[in-house]
């Protein structure tokens, strides 16, 4: 079947402007998650929507970052007025559910703010 | 908090030499550990995972065994190919109030030469 997809591939933005981002996770899985990986910083947690409970938000790093997901698939990561250290490449996984299972992730958009 | 620490590379190895790249923890309970790896021009995808101590998680000739006591996960391969060549995360899946995310340690570049 279809792994976890997203869109686009690769963005190159200037400082300022607004971002997004997006995530199809595989057809299913009830959990969804957002992370990002930079050469300073490794691999960190952003955010954990799973089914209809309120998303788990403590990893965003700034107001300034944002995701939803809609009708329990589809999610969105929303950068506003994009900073040069927000360069990074953001992840999005999925899972069926619980951090017991295993997180199926997508091959990334690489971020680049000029 | 959580946290997860592993050997810093890179490693390159000759083909069939042993792999050992270690890999330690610190959390509250009992978390599961995971490895992942990204093949060059790849996306993320678990090797292998456990969920308990004592636990050994196995894939491809590679393995990892849960030692509570001295919380580690480290991961080791008797004999690597080429197409072992990789990038190695070790990570630890949070529990209560961190339960969905993954904590991912810094990454192990390993090239094997032919």
């Known amino acids: 079947g279809a792994g976890v997809s997203q869109s686009p591939s690769n963005k190159v933005t200037e400082k300022g402007k607004d971002v997004e981002l997006r995530c199809d996770p595989i057809?299913?899985?009830?959990?969804l998650y957002w992370y990002r990986q930079s050469l300073g910083q490794g691999l960190e947690f952003l955010i954990y929507?799973?089914?209809?409970?309120?998303?788990?938000k403590s990893g965003l790093p700034s107001d300034r970052f944002s995701a939803e997901r809609t009708g329990g698939s589809v999610s969105t990561l929303t950068i506003q007025r994009t900073q040069q250290e927000d360069s990074a490449v953001y992840l999005c996984?999925?899972?069926?559910?619980?951090?017991?299972?295993?997180?199926?992730f997508g091959p990334g958009t690489r971020l680049t703010v000029l | 908090g959580n946290s997860v620490t592993q050997m810093e590379g890179p490693v390159t190895l000759s083909e069939e030499a042993f792999l050992t790249i270690n890999c330690t923890y610190t959390?509250?309970?009992?978390?599961?550990l995971f490895w992942y790896v990204q093949y060059p021009g790849e996306g993320l995808q678990l090797l292998l995972k456990?969920?308990?101590?004592?636990d050994k998680g196995s894939n491809k000739g590679f393995e990892a065994t849960y030692r509570k006591e001295t919380t580690s996960f480290h991961l080791e391969k008797g004999s690597v190919q080429v197409s072992d060549s990789a990038v190695y995360f070790c990570?630890?899946?949070?529990?209560?109030?961190?339960?969905?995310?993954?904590?991912f340690g810094r990454g192990t570049q390993l090239t094997v030469w032919p």
């Open positions: 996984a999925s899972s069926l559910a619980g951090s017991r299972d295993e997180q199926f």
């Open positions: 057809s299913g899985h009830t959990a």
């Open positions: 929507f799973q089914g209809n409970s309120a998303p788990d």
């Open positions: 959390a509250t309970g009992y978390p599961s």
């Open positions: 456990a969920t308990k101590a004592d």
């Open positions: 990570a630890l899946g949070g529990r209560g109030s961190t339960l969905g995310r993954l904590y």
